[in-house]
């Protein structure tokens, strides 16, 4: 099993920062796309943005030109560096890898709340 630890959420003012990670352990045998998601009340999950293997990254158009996701592959972690946050950014954020062998896996998810 691939085991996800997301951390870095908090309460923050609009126009502010966070920095979320996300840690990857147990039975990992080769991430080829990492993900974050987020799932705001009563709304769909909905996809933030992703990198694959490769580098390449897909964002939403609602966090284009504010949030960054990253990697460090020796560390297993992935960022999401979220700028100019708003309050419709509020969501529950959702971390999600892909592995060649184990396939999706999911965190327990990290609250970001935005207050105006």
């Known amino acids: 099993q691939v085991q996800l630890v997301e951390s870095g959420g908090g309460l923050v003012q609009a126009g502010g920062s966070l920095r979320l990670s996300c840690a990857a352990s147990?039975?990992?045998?080769?991430?080829?796309?990492t993900a974050w998601y987020r799932q705001a009340p009563g709304k769909q999950r909905e996809l933030v943005a992703a990198i694959a293997s490769g580098g390449s990254t897909n964002y939403a158009d609602s966090a284009k030109g504010r949030f960054t996701i990253s990697r460090d592959n020796a560390k297993n972690t992935v960022y999401l560096e979220m700028n100019s946050l708003r309050p419709e950014d509020t969501a529950v954020y959702y971390c999600?890898?892909?592995?060649?062998?184990?396939?999706?896996?999911w965190g327990r998810g990290t609250q970001v709340t935005v207050s105006s």
């Open positions: 999600k890898i892909t592995d060649l062998s184990r396939g999706d896996s």
């Open positions: 147990g039975s990992i045998f080769k991430i080829i796309a």
